[in-house]
């Protein structure tokens, strides 16, 4: 029951502005009793409520929207559940999107994964650094239409574990969003850690006034993973985040000698085209379990690039192409 409290307190702190050490019968930041209801009584946050301070906008908000009035389109790749290639997807779709011949597009990858960034490794760039200069941070250059920023740059060891509380990784990625110096670009893909907890509450309400297209949501075809990609979609309706659509990971494997074909991760309940169907959301594509695209990441090297006529390349592509045909500008 305490875990049921607590996930419906959750829930509510994403829609009423409550905050997360408030009281269980809280009104709300925005409500004209904040601070000043008998449910306020004890409350550390009564003060800061009844001045109406709580309710005051983050004035980074502003610094946030003109320091990215330049990016056309952020898109986030979310999933509740870790380890179901999230960081591959976002890594290759950045890739993709600038290595389309008739486009090249300007491309960012932000990567928001505070305590396990793999950005840098997945884009062969683990031994670059940023520079600072009186403009803010330079990212770093994958390639002349590719800009990087993740903290894996920021560590004087790529094995040092991050060990942050929320705060102080919310802090973070205000910066990463007020400081890095992004020229012109056509997408910003942010690559999240899973589940929907501080980072997300923070990139979304720093995003407010921004071009979010919307967010890839990433599963694999097992129960155990839908159970909480669910959740994330849910996240998404709630955080009135548009669902561009949702990508099935790992799902299945084609052997390379006989050509037969294996449901490693076997979709018991439906895997996520069934869920699809729930959520009325589109299914961008079905990325299989491929020896190729793991040594891919592995090497920092664009997929579809080395390996233009495999099947994983038709399914980044597909999956680009859904983002270029609901762009915003």
């Given at each position: 029951m305490e875990n049921e409290s607590n996930q419906i307190q959750h829930e509510k702190n994403l829609t009423e502005d409550v905050p997360e050490n408030a009281n269980e019968c809280c009104?709300?930041?925005?409500?004209?009793?904040a601070g000043k209801s008998s449910a306020c009584a004890g409350c550390p946050n009564q003060k800061v409520c009844s001045s109406g301070k709580a309710n005051q906008e983050d004035p980074a908000l502003d610094i946030i929207a003109k320091k990215l009035s330049n990016v056309k389109n952020i898109v986030l790749v979310l999933s509740g559940k870790g380890g179901v290639g999230k960081s591959t997807v976002s890594s290759q779709l950045a890739m993709t999107l600038a290595h389309i011949e008739d486009q090249k597009?300007?491309?960012?990858?932000?990567?928001i994964d505070i305590c396990g960034p793999s950005i840098p490794r997945m884009l062969g760039l683990e031994e670059e650094e940023v520079h600072q200069s009186n403009d803010g941070w330079t990212p770093v250059y994958y390639d002349n239409n590719l800009a990087v920023m993740s903290i894996g740059f920021l560590l004087s060891n790529k094995n040092d574990a991050v060990i942050w509380r929320g705060p102080r990784k919310n802090g973070l990625i205000k910066q990463f969003l007020t400081d890095v110096v992004w020229d012109n670009l056509?997408?910003?893909?942010?690559?999240?850690?899973?589940?929907?907890?501080?980072?997300h509450l923070s990139i979304i309400q720093y995003l407010a006034k921004t071009n979010i297209q919307g967010a890839v949501v990433v599963t694999t075809p097992q129960e155990i993973s839908l159970l909480d990609v669910r959740k994330e979609l849910n996240f998404c309706v709630k955080t009135k985040i548009p669902i561009l659509g949702v990508v099935e990971n790992m799902s299945g494997f084609t052997c390379p000698n006989c050509k037969c074909?294996?449901?490693i991760f076997k979709?018991?309940?439906?895997?996520?085209?069934?869920?699809?169907?729930?959520f009325q959301?589109?299914?961008l594509a079905n990325v299989p379990i491929d020896p190729e695209l793991l040594q891919a990441s592995?090497?920092?090297k664009c997929y579809v690039k080395d390996f233009p006529d495999k099947i994983t390349s038709q399914c980044f592509l597909e999956i680009a192409n859904t983002i270029t045909s609901k762009s915003k500008k």
């Open positions: 009104p709300g930041t925005k409500s004209g009793e597009y300007e491309v960012g990858l932000l990567d056509d997408y910003l893909i942010i690559d999240t850690p899973p589940g929907t907890s501080d980072e074909q294996y449901e979709p018991n309940t439906g895997g996520a085209s069934k869920m699809c169907e729930e959301v589109d299914l592995d090497r920092g």
